[in-house]
């Protein structure tokens, strides 16, 4: 897997695994759990993780909808 992009804005994350998976791009969202340890303060950016073979075609349709990858 590879890191595609990192936010703390839950809705932006919500929004990109949207369109990654309505473009058929397998999607994982990493650091869902740190919610936890930092008491759902957002302080923490969760990141979503996409194939090698996947990320050209998956960084396209974020900046086609202006989605920042934030690294």
Known sequence: MKELMRSTDMTVIAFATALLRGEDIDCFEMDVNMSVLEG????????????????????????????????
Request: no cysteine; charged share 30%; hydrophobic share 45%.
């Open 40 to 71: 759902s303060i957002g302080i923490f950016p969760r990141r979503v993780m996409v194939r090698p073979d996947d990320y050209d075609a998956a960084v396209r349709v974020l900046r086609d909808n202006e989605i920042p990858l934030g690294m």
